[in-house]
């Protein structure tokens, strides 16, 4: 199916455990992006990616890895995961800066 | 650092009448704007965008309006309807801007009451 998929949908994870979340695109769109959604801040971007094997943090990259191998997939781990990073995390992509950027279903994440 | 700001967390407006979110940026590099629209559970997807060449985008129902010397783009949703009823958020990414990332307001929730 084309489009971008996250995987999974939901996840708990005991504090301290590491994490990956997935993410696929199949546009081959250049640029892709993580953002965690919370209350009361909006969307902040985590880390971003401009090209297989060039990435950059964002605004909240503290206690996140990202690799980016293949232009499809972007994963995101959680090295030492911490309440605080209880969340949704969304995905994205985007062919250009003037164009749409399209979201993943997203990923909720619960660390107890 | 707010860079994008949306000032009202939530809004109320009756079904048919006129909705208007509005959207504050502070960086002047901010060339290309983009309102996204976010229901429980589910990805945001995009609704309208506009270039900084432009101070106005209409698609159906959904105008933006972007006013540079102020630093304001505003949503406006003529008529509304229930179905409206969901967060929007404003984004702004820049040309010269690292990655091509879109930096996103904090949202506003909109209720279309009947």
């Known amino acids: 199916d084309a489009g971008i998929t996250q995987s999974p949908r939901y996840k708990i994870t005991e504090t301290g455990r590491q994490v990956t979340l997935m993410c696929h695109q199949t546009w081959s769109h250049s640029y892709m992006f993580w953002y965690r959604q919370d209350l009361g801040h909006g969307l902040r971007l985590i880390y971003y990616s401009a090209a297989a094997d060039i990435t950059d943090k964002g605004e909240v990259p503290d206690g996140y890895v990202v690799s980016r191998s293949k232009t499809e997939n972007f994963p995101l781990t959680l090295e030492s995961a911490t309440r605080s990073q209880t969340s949704v995390y969304f995905c994205?992509?985007?062919?250009?800066?003037?164009?749409?950027?399209?979201f993943g279903q997203g990923t909720r994440l619960t660390v107890v | 650092d707010q860079q994008v700001k949306q000032n009202s967390p939530s809004l109320s407006v009756q079904e048919g009448r006129i909705s208007i979110l509005n959207c504050d940026y502070t960086n002047s590099m901010f060339d290309y704007f983009l309102w996204y629209k976010k229901y429980p559970a589910e990805g945001p997807t995009f609704l309208i965008s506009?270039?900084?060449?432009?101070d106005k985008n209409e698609d159906g129902r959904f105008t933006v309006f972007l006013n540079k010397s102020a630093k304001h783009l505003s949503l406006h949703i003529v008529p509304s309807q229930p179905g409206d009823s969901a967060v929007y958020f404003c984004?702004?990414?820049?040309?010269?801007?690292?990655?091509?990332?879109?930096?996103f307001g904090t949202g506003t929730q909109l209720k279309v009451e009947l």
């Open positions: 984004a702004a990414s820049s040309r010269t801007g690292g990655g091509n990332k879109l930096t």
């Open positions: 506009i270039s900084s060449i432009k």
């Open positions: 994205a992509s985007r062919d250009s800066w003037d164009t749409e950027a399209f």
